[in-house]
């Protein structure tokens, strides 16, 4: 099973974007699907993540009000649609699922809990 991210680009401050991350390869149950992001000369840091079966999302304060995660279960793909993005948002997205749910809600924040991840696509946010 590979996950493969795509959407990133070059936007200027304000700009909308989406992300997409497609599953392919042998059938596996998202049931927790998530992004983080890395920054140039940072760590790895999480973006957003919940359970594809109910309305539990949780979202960094960074993001919150402005991403939206969602999935498409028919193309087994899910999504991040980021709105009025800032320099701030550039760094590589990586997507990440699992295929239980996490028993607590710190886990869905450590990304060591997820199983797959995909390959990241870059975001740059000009100024």
């Known amino acids: 099973v590979q996950l493969q991210a795509s959407g990133g680009g070059l936007v200027q401050a304000g700009d909308s974007l989406s992300l997409s991350c497609a599953a392919s390869?042998?059938?596996?149950?998202?049931?927790?699907m998530g992004w983080f992001r890395q920054a140039p000369g940072r760590e790895r840091e999480f973006v957003v993540a919940?359970?594809?079966?109910?309305?539990?999302?949780y979202y960094a304060d960074s993001v919150k009000g402005r991403f939206t995660i969602s999935r498409d279960n028919a193309k087994n793909t899910m999504y991040l649609q980021m709105n009025n993005l800032k320099p701030e948002d550039t760094a590589v997205y990586y997507c990440?699922?699992?295929?239980?749910?996490?028993?607590?809600?710190?886990?869905?924040?450590?990304?060591?809990?997820?199983?797959?991840w995909g390959q990241g696509t870059l975001v740059t946010v000009s100024s």
């Open positions: 390869g042998r059938p596996f149950y998202m049931a927790v």
């Open positions: 919940g359970n594809t079966n109910s309305a539990r999302t």
């Open positions: 990440a699922t699992a295929s239980r749910p996490f028993a607590s809600m710190r886990a869905y924040y450590t990304g060591a809990n997820y199983e797959l």
